[in-house]
């Protein structure tokens, strides 16, 4: 199993980035998909989660209102559309798979525990 993030960059407080992840090697329909991130020397948090479904979807406060999480299983890609972006948004994000129906709550996808696979990340700045 694969999974590959793209999209990061660096840009302006306010500005606007989309992450994409794309899975191979295992069923992307099968799979409820998270986006996390780490910032430098701070623990690794997450962002937001869907459901093998695509019917749930679930934020961290500090993205709620900004960032919205969405998948095409056509194509096995989830995507993060990350608006507003502040310069506490700086970090690494990887996305992560875990076999869909494991969760059903904020509390479970919201653990990295529970995810079975994981993409390298890729790194979002945002310069004030």
């Known amino acids: 199993v694969q999974l590959q993030a793209f999209g990061g960059g660096l840009v302006q407080a306010g500005d606007s980035l989309r992450l994409s992840c794309v899975v191979s090697?295992?069923?992307?329909?099968?799979?409820?998909m998270g986006w996390f991130r780490q910032a430098r020397g701070k623990e690794r948090e997450f962002v937001s989660a869907i459901s093998y479904l695509g019917v749930s979807t679930f934020y961290a406060d500090s993205v709620k209102g900004r960032f919205t999480i969405s998948r095409d299983n056509a194509k096995n890609t989830v995507y993060l559309q990350m608006n507003s972006l502040k310069p506490e948004d700086t970090a690494r994000y990887s996305c992560?798979?875990?076999?869909?129906?494991?969760?059903?709550?904020?509390?479970?996808?919201?653990?990295?525990?529970?995810?079975?696979?994981w993409g390298q990340g890729t790194l979002v700045t945002v310069s004030s």
């Open positions: 992560a798979a875990l076999r869909g129906g494991r969760c059903a709550t904020y509390g479970c996808y919201s653990s990295f525990r529970v995810y079975d696979h």
């Open positions: 090697g295992r069923s992307f329909t099968d799979s409820a």
